[in-house]
């Protein structure tokens, strides 16, 4: 923003003296005022707001946004800790209504009731009272990632794509992860399936962003996803290496579904982050309507046929709204459609998509209704014909009303867009490419303002490096540049689906990994069939024969194995013939650790991420465990086997030392399809147990057990097992 001029906020020494004789100071720190005079010339302008509402919608922007929060994890998990929460911290709020503080209130459109509002800001709960221990238990479970502090509308994107767990899933702008958290969760929906068939692949451009997601994803302890790290406009094409019955083909990987959940203003999230209003100026939406419509474009291109891709941004800006869907939508010639699913969010007020808007000329605060306009006015550099809308007659029928515009005063959220489009067919630059003089809408840099400068200091997310890897063609090449390209990568195929000879079997694909410049990510080596190590693991654990053990891979190819994980298959057939093209981050979730102790018979003990995957295969070292027994081992360090109970103690005899698997199952549930079942990986040694329940995460798991604490009187205490089962 330095290099540009200063908003009116900015203007004049006299305007900032005023201001700062405003509420808003946090200590001894000014609070940027909650002012944008240009801000409210330019959305007033817009009409996004209905007649009527707009002192309520400024008014509703110049608070802090409320906490919300939406339980995390597997089903039965989730309502596990649905039901604690519930009877443990909801149910001294109920009587409440009509004090200061309102009790928590579900957010009817977020599935299985996971999802909740509490409308106070975070400030607040912190020091209200009688929020304190919902406040400390919110603290903790957020820390252990059980529960997570997400905005109301940013869960809506996944919710709408829809995902089952046999698709294969891209998140092209996916860092810090919480969306594709929630992708990740539906993957896994079917509880009876330990390993789904689909896959999600997070994608980010920001290196050190993939790496927050690493950690929001972790813990969800799935072998079906994959961070990778590239810039999704050029986002490439990921060779799917061929099941055993497809021996001598392999696909480029389309995806099921697809969010593009892009980079943008931001001007949603002021209630969240205050400085965007001294930031805001109307150019920054210009300058990245540009990336918006390549990312989109990017993942049109990757999109099935018969797939869905959910397009959001936290802007209420139609230039990176409506302005980018039906730029998009016309340049797909029908084989795009923009769904209607407003009916997928039950209890959710959505304002319907624009179908006019204008562009801003902040410097004489004139407007411009269409491209032929700015072109009279010698403007061109103000904006591009992307960035209008089309004409009445277009608008109607690509459906722009189907678009969906969360307003910040109406259910007390953030602002936030959200267009579902579906694929018909083949795009039409894929079926024939189109040359250049097309008149054809394209995203054609030259009618594209591309104000950098706005992009990449302006916005919470506008750093768009360039990275031109992708294997479709770009847009605008004609048939000789398409030759070139196919000359160059003579292994990809331009087409959406194609199917191509197998590489040759590649001996050392990861002495590849090298081609990639700035990536220094360990390899990948997956196990052989024959691996030497893995004959001593099977016989320890009783692994059953179906446990797909060439699904286990190493980060290094010599030297002792320190930690073993695992993959799904697709994943395998993924990550084993790309590692010459894709920037993988993360994959595989950890099961086994190295542990050499010459008592025992297996140098690999079992982790607690991947307890609940090897489970089901990993048929011996188990013990049944009770909830006193569950206080005993997460409350001790090594506990005495006598200290078990006898149930658990007789189970414990007859097993040699080393790792184990404890299993709580809940018995005090009143609902029966809800019973809770608790793996923890555990230890037996010579004369004592344990658990390797990492410290921050035991409170979450005493919890699950029915177990609470009663801080006053310094101990933990058996919760009886009182669940109420509505609220
Ligand atoms: C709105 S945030 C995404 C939030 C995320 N979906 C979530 O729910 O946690 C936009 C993300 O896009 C990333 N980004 C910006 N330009 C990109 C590009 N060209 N390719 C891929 N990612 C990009 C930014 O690094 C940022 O993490």
New binding site residues.
Partial sequence: MGRNKPNKWRRGKRDRDQQQTRPGTRGNYELPPKENVVFEEYYKGQGIVPDGEWDQFMSTLRKELPVTFRITGYRSQAKRLLDVIKSEYFSNLVNMVGDSVQPPKLLPWYPDNLAWQINVSRKEIRSTPLLKKLHTFLVSETESGNISRQEAV?MIPPILLDVQPHHKVL??????????AQLIELLHADETKAIPEGFVVA????NK?CYLMVHQVKRLQSPCFMIVN????T?PNIRMYPQEDEANKFKFVTYDRV?A????S?DGTMRKNPDVWRKWLPQAAVGLHS?QM??LKRGLELLSVGGRLVYS??SLNPVEDEAVISAMLQKCEGSVELVDASDKLPGLKTMPGLKSWKIFHRKDSSWFNSFEEVEAAGLTGLAGRTMFPPSPEVAEQLHLERCMRVLPHHQNTGGFFIAVLEKRDVLPWVRTPIPPSSTAITVNESEIVQNDSVSKSDT?????PVDSSADLPPEGADDADIRKRKERDDDDDEKEEGILKPPEPNSEPHSKKAKISGYKEDPYFYFNEDEPDWEKIKNFYSVSNDFPHTQLLVRSETGKKRNIYFTSDAVKRMVTYNTDKIRFINTGIKLMARSEKEEVDCDFRLAQEGINTIFPYFTSRRVHITKEDVLTLLLQENPFIGKMSLGAQEELKPISQGSIIFIFDQEDSPDDDNKCRVLFCGWKGKKSCRTFVPKHERLHYLRMCGITTDPKRGHWELNQGKYPVCF
């Fill in positions: 940013s998140d092209l702008c996916a860092a810090p992860g919480s969306k594709t994608n980010d451009v920001d962003r590239h810039d999704a406009t986002m969010l959940d892009v980079p943008c931001g990336v390549k990312v941004t936290c919470s997310n506008g750093d768009v």
